[in-house]
Every structure is written in C-alpha cells, then in structure tokens.
C-alpha cells in the first residue's frame, strides 16, 4: 500500500494479507445500541447548546470494555466497526439537531416517516459521495493531513490491543479527561469556561473552554494549524467584535440581523448578531478555494476509482483496498433523489434535486477534507449549512417560492445537505482509524450506511418526543442552530439578510488567501467561539515545544507518539464522561446550577492538565 509522492510504503497494524473477525453479528448489535445511546444524548445535547460530543473514541473504549473484556473477543478490527457504527449517531444526530427543528419552530411538526427519511437520505449521500474521495484524502494525504480523532481513535484500538505502555497512557489521559468533565459538568466544582474583558479595550474579550478534550486536538493538530485557527479568532474577537461596538457605541439604531441598539450589546451579543455571519461568510470563500485546491486531486482520484472499479475484481485487489462497487454508489444516489422527489411532503423539485446534488457534494468534499486538518470537534457543519442555505433560499426565492412550502423546501435540502456533511467528516475519520489498523474499506463503509438506518429510525421519535416534553426553540431547548438556520431562510425570503456581513466574512478569507495562506482554517477561526480556539491553541504550542526539545528524528517520533497517546485519552475521557452526564440529564437526574468554586480553580486545574501533557510528552525514554 505505497503513498504517492512520499517513497514510503504504509504498513497497518493488520497487514491486508491477514484475515481477523470484522463485520459480525455481536459487532452489529452492540453497534446499534451504542449508536442509539449516543445519538440521544448528543440530540439533547445539541439543542440546548448547539454543540455536540464526538462519540468514535468513547465508542472504541466502551467496544473494548464489552467485547475484549467481557466476550473475550479479541479482533482490533470488530472492535472497529463497533465504533464505526456508533459514531454515525452522533453525526447523524448533528446534522439533524442543527436544522429540522426549524420545522418546529414554524410549527410545520413534521412527521417521524418524514424525518426519518431526511436523516437516512442526508446520511447515505454523506457516505456514498465520500467513497470515491477515499484514496485521494486518506490514502494518497495519509502524512499530510493528520484526522486528529481518526487517528486518535486507531491509537485507541491499538493500545488495547497490545496491552503496552500505551494503553496505560491512554487510559491514564482518559481517567484525566473524564474526571475533569465530571468535575465541570456534573459535580460543578469549578466552571468548564473562562472569560475576561481586557481593560480599556471596550467589547474586547479572550476565553477559554478548560476542558481537556480541546488541548488534546491542538496537540494531534500541531501548532500550524493550530496557530492559523487561532489568528482567525483573534481577529474575530480583538478585532471585529471591538470595531463594531466602537462604531455603534453611541447610536441607538437596531441594526438588523439584531433586536437591540449595538450600544446595548456585550461582546457576546455582537458575536451572536454580527460575527456569526461573518464567520459563514469566511467558511463558504474558505471552503471554495479548498474545493478549488483539490479538485486536480480529487477529478484524479475520482476517476482512478471509476477506472479501478471497472477494471478489476475483487479478488484483484488488497483487502485493504476495497471500496464498495461504484454501482451501488450510484444506485443508492439515485434511490436518495428519487425519494426525494416524489415522496409526500418532501417533493423538492427538479431544481431542488440540482441543487442537492451539488452542495451535497461540494460539502462533503469539504467536510472530509477539513475534519483531516482540524479534526470532527472544530468541523463548521452548521456554518457550511449556513452558506448552502444562503444559495438556496436565493434561488428559491427567484423562482417564487417563498411561503411555507419553500421555507420547507429550503429546510429539508439544507437538512440533507447538513446531514451529508456531518456524515462525510464522521466517515473519513472512521476511515482514517480503518486505514491505520488495517481495516477493509468496504465493510466500513456498510457499517456506516447500517449506523445510519439505525440512528434515522430513532431520532424522529426523540425530536418528537423533546418537543412535546419542552418546544423545540423554547428556554428549556432553544435549539440555537436551527433558530439560525429559520432566521436565515426567512431573512433572505423576505429580503432582509445582512449580504453586506456575508461579504465581509469572504474578504477576510480573500486576504488570507493572498498571503499564501490557506483560508479555510482561518475561516473556521473565526466561525468559532474564541473559547473554543484558544486551549487548541495551548495544544499547538506544547505540540511545538516537544518537536523543538527533540534530539533525533527516533526521538521526536517518540515524543510525539507518547504526547498523541495522552492526548488521545484526554479527548476519550472527556467525549465518554460528556455522554454520560447527557445520559442523566436526560433521564431526569437534576445537576447543580453553579459552579462551587471561581474560575481561579478552574485555571488551576487545567493547568495541572496542561503540565501532565508536557511532562509526558517531553520525558525521557526509559530503556
């Protein structure tokens, strides 16, 4: 399995020659309680704060635990459908929190037959589009774009596996991770989140999330990536939020998208009303240009595998190196538009169907390229829908359709869309973990598409169900990507969505194009809270400190591997307590309020994190 352009050849942990237990019943069942459990506990999570925890990590410890542990089933590679499976509700749940109950807040209370038709379409094209992507982005950029979770997640399996010193890192990180989110988010011993006004410099504002999981990806991202995310938020947040309030400081003018004069406005309230718009902005020129960049690689890829498709069997080919037929794909894109089409209540049109085709695969391109750079937990799906649905309601909107049943239209192709996406980034790290432990391509790939029949079937019932217990876009549930995402398609159907905030967004993009810097994490940046960016920012830099501090190339490689195997549980532990806690607040288990201690505390105690994660990476090989 040689890369192009690098001379070496890449060896997974189960050479393609060998045969171990993969695709099996136990891996099956086990997969789709797991995916349930996780994509419930991720839909209430997204809809009270409109984000939600990666589930593939936490989903190979608990198909560790279950099978090796347990079963006394020891194949990495059932242990990898397991996870795959899993992680496709999470994704699924994402895609669908972030737009459907838009449907509900218009009070249009769609069915759960058509949701669940919504889900499983957006998450089949997810899959299929990303198929003939595989060997261009996890094959032939396997040095160049690193997957933090992916890749994380095989460490997982591969510790486990061998019982080494690496296990004991990672479920050393994991205990970390986990005790720290049940400290912040169950207990409430110290907040998970730290802010402070920086004095004299009005609106101006840094944060931090504290929490290990978000150290962990800027360490597996490095510090380049890193560092290009993080210039995007301070320019967000020292720049743009600053110059807004200067400006709006002494004028008592509502200026739309917002309800309030900007004089009125803090700075996260500018962030809300202005930045966000902004930050879509940016992603949609940054997610252009990195179409643009690799469409010479990916037209080359594409249609490498139609040719090898065509021209060889199976049995021709490595293992490791087998995709499902191109026909299927085509085929089950073809079912997915026809049902699209023509069943009741959906009926999008031939325009719709256009259209659908080709942001589903524009964004799919783009979400399995930029999940490979910043990995799942920074993906922009929701500001990748953002921009979709921009073009959407415009060309909907010219073609008259802007009452209720184009506002659904509009919807239910940036649902598809958004679930595709959210899919696509979730398959490729998936695939990225199968390429390094050697799984076969394929059975993942059904994995995937049978998570996704699992996931679709429920989340209509949990939708229905939350929205009856609370409302959907309610104080209990105020859902804040969905209430964006009907903003939006009402703002541009009636004519009133701030263009002039779009556009500023792409020029600040343009001009970090123009430095020979690639815009599309830059532009995630500034999508993201700067709370968000900055503790993947401290990763970055003890990322660099460890390569600085190296000696040779062996201990570099060393170093690193210790650092991403701690990081990798920190993100495991974190991700794993994440849904736990989700559990119980959804079964009703009340939480305290307030954090018992100050944000002095929580400071202490990610530095402490901050420390281990130094130490351990930088200490001396013991021979």
């Known amino acids: 399995m040689a890369e192009k352009g690098t001379g070496e050849t890449f060896k997974p942990y189960v050479a393609a020659n060998e045969s171990k237990t993969e695709f099996t019943l136990t891996a099956a069942l086990i997969g789709a309680v797991l995916a349930i459990v996780f994509g419930a506990a991720n839909a209430y999570l997204g809809l009270m704060v409109g984000m939600t925890v990666s589930a593939s990590i936490p989903a190979a410890v608990i198909s560790m635990a279950v099978l090796r542990i347990i079963l006394k089933r020891t194949s990495i590679l059932e242990n990898n459908i397991v996870q795959t499976i899993t992680s496709t509700g999470e994704s699924l749940a994402a895609g669908v929190i972030f737009t459907l109950p838009a449907l509900f807040i218009w009070k249009l209370q769609p069915s759960l037959t058509t949701i669940s038709i919504i889900a499983l379409a957006g998450a089949i094209l997810g899959v299929v589009l990303m198929i003939p992507l595989r060997r261009a982005l996890i094959v032939k950029e396997h040095n160049t774009l690193p997957y933090p979770e992916g890749t994380a997640c095989a460490e997982v399996l591969i510790a486990g596996e061998d019982g080494s010193k690496g296990a004991k890192l990672i479920f050393g990180g994991l205990g970390i991770g986990a005790l720290f989110k049940l400290l912040t988010d169950a207990v409430k011993l110290f907040p998970s989140s730290v802010e402070w006004e920086i004095y004299k410099f009005k609106n101006a504002a840094i944060g931090m999330n504290t929490m290990p999981a978000l150290l962990g990806v800027g360490f597996i991202v490095g510090s380049k990536i ?53 930050g879509a902005g940016a992603v949609a020129f940054g997610g252009i240009m990195g179409l643009i960049k690799t469409l010479p690689t990916i037209f080359s890829s594409f249609l490498g595998a139609v040719k090898g498709f065509k021209g060889q ?109 959210a899919i696509a980034g979730d398959t490729s790290q998936d695939l990225k973990t199968g390429y390094i432990v050697g799984a076969t391509p394929k059975l993942q790939q059904f994995a995937q598409l049978y998570g996704a029949l699992i996931a679709s079937i429920v989340i209509g019932l949990i939708l229905v169900l939350l929205d009856n217990a609370h409302g959907l876009g309610s ?117 305290p309020e307030n954090p018992i201690f100050g944000p002095v505390v929580s400071i202490l105690a990610f530095a402490v994190v901050i420390g281990i994660l130094t130490i351990v990476s930088n200490k001396r090989a013991t021979k």
């Open 313 to 421: 069997d199976e049995g021709d080919q490595l293992r490791t190196d087998q995709d499902m037929p191109m026909w299927s794909i085509v085929l089950l894109t073809l079912v997915v538009v026809g049902v699209l089409l023509f069943f009741p209540h959906l009926q999008i049109g031939i325009v719709g169907a256009i259209m659908l085709l080709i942001f589903g695969f524009f964004f799919v391109t783009v979400s399995s390229r930029i999940v490979g750079i910043v990995g799942s937990s920074s993906n922009p799906v929701s500001g990748m829908t953002i921009a979709a649905l921009i073009f959407i309601a415009v060309v909907l909107t010219g073609l008259g359709q802007t009452g209720d049943a184009g506002k659904v239209t509009a919807i239910i192709i940036g649902a598809v869309v958004c679930i595709a996406a």
């Open 226 to 278: 890193a560092g290009i995310m993080f210039a995007g938020a301070v320019i967000g947040w020292l720049g743009i939020i600053p110059l807004i309030s200067f400006f709006g400081e002494f004028s008592s003018t509502v200026i739309f998208p917002a309800e309030i004069p900007v004089s009125e406005m803090g700075f996260q309230d500018i962030y809300d009303n202005y930045l966000k718009y902004i």
């Open 475 to 591: 104080a209990d549930l105020p859902a804040p990507q969905a209430m964006l995402m009907s903003m939006l398609v009402e703002g541009i159907m009636q004519g009133d969505l701030p263009w002039n905030l779009i556009f500023i967004g792409m020029a600040c993009a343009a001009a970090v194009e123009l430095f020979g810097i690639g815009s599309l994490p830059f532009a995630v940046g500034l999508y993201l809270p700067i709370h968000l960016t900055a503790p993947i920012m401290v990763g970055g830099l003890i990322k660099m400190i460890t390569e600085r501090m190296a000696k040779s190339k062996a201990d570099l490689k060393e170093k690193t591997d210790r650092g991403i195997l701690l990081a990798s549980g920190y993100i495991a532990g974190e991700a794993l307590m994440g849904v736990i806690v989700a559990i119980a607040i959804t079964a009703g288990v009340v939480l």
